[in-house]
């Protein structure tokens, strides 16, 4: 089993070459992002990602839409677009969290068609306001769809349940049991990122996370499956910020570099 790390373009206030530049020279194997639908400027992201050799994961954020009919109009669209790069594979932030079941089970099948049919990947990521924002809701879908593989950030049910996770152990085990992707931000009981996960006062909450995907990295180095990473801690707002100037308290470049030796070096 390999394990491959990416960086998040999300945050990036770069130019995009010197960007993959910073990405290469710090040890990235690749990029996570989303894809402009202008076909010329997204020609070029994917170009310049070879020239720098960065694999691409695409990425799926954009589910706006209530009307589920017009949701699933989009929802092909981008992942049709993002195929058309040929991506490793796709991380989708599906559905919606007000969505009924049916309703967000009619995007995981879409998908699935649309993976059949084209031959790429296609995970959904646990986060929220999406149809996997907390765990209990996530165990109910995992039961019910047995072939339902995601990208596990784990953050996000910190928050929603403010807690540790302590009393959900059943549902993380069986979200652990399908993670093909790791989200590897860090979050608490009262935000979905702590402010530098380098900080002492986080070590206990560094530490839970770090357990959750030691037993990823162990069932997949059982299977002898790949795993990949995206250590994707975000900006501001998402990263706390300082009132009046929303200026953020940590730098989000450094912290990104230091998930990633960090699990390099846990993983080696």
């Given at each position: 089993?390999?394990?491959?790390?990416?960086?998040?373009?999300?945050?990036?206030?770069?130019?995009?070459?010197?960007?993959?530049?910073?990405?290469?020279?710090?040890?990235?194997?690749?990029?996570?992002?989303?894809?402009?639908?202008?076909?010329?400027?997204?020609?070029?992201?994917?170009?310049?990602?070879?020239?720098?050799?960065?694999?691409?994961?695409?990425?799926?954020?954009?589910?706006?839409?209530?009307?589920?009919?017009?949701?699933?109009?989009?929802?092909?669209?981008?992942?049709?677009?993002?195929?058309?790069?040929?991506?490793?594979?796709?991380?989708?932030?599906?559905?919606?969290?007000?969505?009924?079941?049916?309703?967000?089970?009619?995007?995981?099948?879409?998908?699935?068609r649309i993976s059949e049919e084209t031959g790429v990947r296609i995970i959904h990521e646990t986060h929220r306001g999406k149809s996997l924002f907390?765990?209990?809701?996530?165990?109910?879908?995992?039961?019910?769809?047995?072939?339902?593989?995601?990208?596990?950030?784990?953050?996000?049910?910190?928050?929603?349940?403010?807690?540790?996770?302590?009393?959900?152990?059943?549902?993380?085990?069986?979200a652990i049991s399908r993670a093909d992707h790791i989200h590897s931000r860090v979050g608490h009981p009262e935000g979905p990122q702590v402010n530098?996960?380098?900080?002492?006062?986080?070590?206990?909450?560094?530490?839970?996370?770090?357990?959750?995907?030691d037993k990823i990295v162990e069932t997949h180095r059982a299977n002898g499956t790949q795993l990949t990473i995206n250590t994707e801690f975000g900006?501001?707002?998402?990263?706390?910020?300082?009132?009046?100037?929303?200026?953020?308290?940590?730098?989000?470049?450094?912290?990104?570099?230091?998930?990633?030796?960090?699990?390099?070096?846990?993983?080696?």
């Amino acid at each position: 089993m390999s394990i491959k790390l990416y960086a998040p373009h999300w945050g990036n206030t770069l130019p995009f070459e010197l960007f993959c530049q910073n990405v290469k020279d710090a040890g990235y194997d690749g990029v996570e992002m989303a894809l402009p639908l202008e076909a010329d400027e997204s020609q070029e992201i994917v170009a310049t990602l070879k020239d720098y050799d960065l694999e691409l994961i695409g990425q799926y954020w954009q589910s706006f839409e209530s009307n589920l009919d017009e949701h699933s109009r989009n929802y092909e669209k981008y992942l049709r677009h993002l195929i058309a790069a040929q991506p490793v594979f796709i991380n989708c932030q599906t559905g919606k969290d007000f969505f009924t079941f049916e309703q967000n089970r009619h995007l995981f099948e879409l998908a699935a068609r649309i993976s059949e049919e084209t031959g790429v990947r296609i995970i959904h990521e646990t986060h929220r306001g999406k149809s996997l924002f907390a765990a209990h809701i996530a165990e109910d879908y995992f039961t019910r769809i047995p072939d339902l593989r995601i990208c596990l950030d784990i953050s996000h049910w910190c928050n929603v349940h403010e807690s540790l996770l302590e009393n959900q152990t059943e549902a993380v085990n069986l979200a652990i049991s399908r993670a093909d992707h790791i989200h590897s931000r860090v979050g608490h009981p009262e935000g979905p990122q702590v402010n530098d996960p380098r900080a002492p006062e986080w070590e206990l909450t560094l530490n839970t996370h770090l357990a959750w995907w030691d037993k990823i990295v162990e069932t997949h180095r059982a299977n002898g499956t790949q795993l990949t990473i995206n250590t994707e801690f975000g900006p501001a707002t998402y990263m706390p910020a300082m009132p009046y100037t929303l200026l953020p308290i940590g730098n989000q470049w450094e912290i990104n570099v230091f998930m990633m030796n960090l699990l390099k070096q846990r993983y080696a």
